[in-house]
């Protein structure tokens, strides 16, 4: 399969949308431990790590939901939003506004990924887990 994202129906629908709030468990973890682990000193690092982590969940849930992009969209935009508020909650940690506009830019680069056909190979590996199952 090449070209745009699939339109066929995952077998493992469910699996995979349990892969992906463990994405976002792992995200909103990380985003909420007391210590995080220190950054290389490189400027902006925070932020690409912020692009990076929403590249992969847009990208991801833009695959499990091809005809629903718009609302994958908001709704991770959202929780972005809900993570930094968390964040400045905590009393320990900073929410950031520019921390947010990296999630965003990460998730419009990997939902625009996905409907590339960058994760194509979810749909080839559902069929295959499919093929061997039956």
């Known amino acids: 399969m090449s070209g745009a994202i699939s339109a066929e129906r995952l077998h ?3 699996l995979w949308c349990l892969v992906g709030a463990g994405l976002c468990a792992f995200f909103l973890y990380a985003c ?3 210590s ?3 950054e290389p000193g ?3 690092f925070d932020k690409v790590e912020h692009a990076g982590s929403f590249i992969v969940m847009g990208a991801w849930f833009a695959a499990v939901f091809p005809r629903r992009l718009l609302r994958v969209g908001l709704w991770l935009a959202v929780f972005a939003a809900a993570t930094e508020l968390l964040q400045a909650a905590t009393g320990y940690r900073d929410g950031d506004i520019l921390d947010w506009c ?3 830019a990460g998730l419009v680069i990997g939902i625009g ?3 590339l056909g960058a994760m ?3 749909y080839g590996l559902d069929r295959f887990v499919a093929s061997k199952a039956h």
């Open 42 to 44: 490189i400027p902006y």
């Open 113 to 115: 990924a996905a409907r």
């Open 32 to 34: 909420l431990m007391p």
């Open 102 to 104: 990296a999630d965003c």
């Open 12 to 14: 493992y629908f469910v």
């Open 120 to 122: 194509n190979w979810l």
């Open 36 to 38: 995080p682990p220190s």
